[in-house]
């Protein structure tokens, strides 16, 4: 069992950066296939990022490639997502998601084969 408690939401004008952060408990962290969704009023949830299970690979969808970095730290079973300059469409509850496989549609990432644990979410809201 992992459970992921995700904290660092906020609001921020548009351009500027947050820091989300993901903790798991449990000791099987390293053996999973981290990520981020997200998901805003009235729209379905996304894929944001993922990252394997020991770092080496990372993955990004389209719109937020080039300004949010994933990175994760196995000994302190944690996920971290970077976001910079920030745009009033990144606005949405942020969901960390434990899971395994990353889906790849023509080179694009659009998610996981299957996510085994979500967080309760934390809301980024971005001014204009």
């Known amino acids: 069992q992992v459970q992921l408690v995700e904290s660092g939401g906020g609001l921020v004008q548009a351009g500027g950066s947050l820091r989300l952060s993901c903790a798991a408990s449990g000791r099987t962290f390293s053996n999973y296939v981290m990520g981020w969704f997200r998901q805003a009023p009235g729209k379905e949830r996304e894929f944001v990022a993922a990252?394997?299970?020991?770092?080496?690979?990372?993955y990004y969808a389209d719109s937020v490639k080039g300004r949010f970095t994933i990175s994760r730290d196995n000994a302190k079973n944690t996920v971290y997502l970077l976001m910079y300059s920030l745009k009033p469409e990144d606005t949405a509850l942020y969901y960390c998601a434990a899971g395994s496989g990353i889906v790849i549609v023509s080179t694009t990432p659009r998610g996981f084969s299957r996510v085994d644990y979500w967080g309760s979410g934390t809301q980024v809201t971005v001014s204009s």
């Open positions: 990252i394997s299970a020991s770092g080496g690979s990372t």
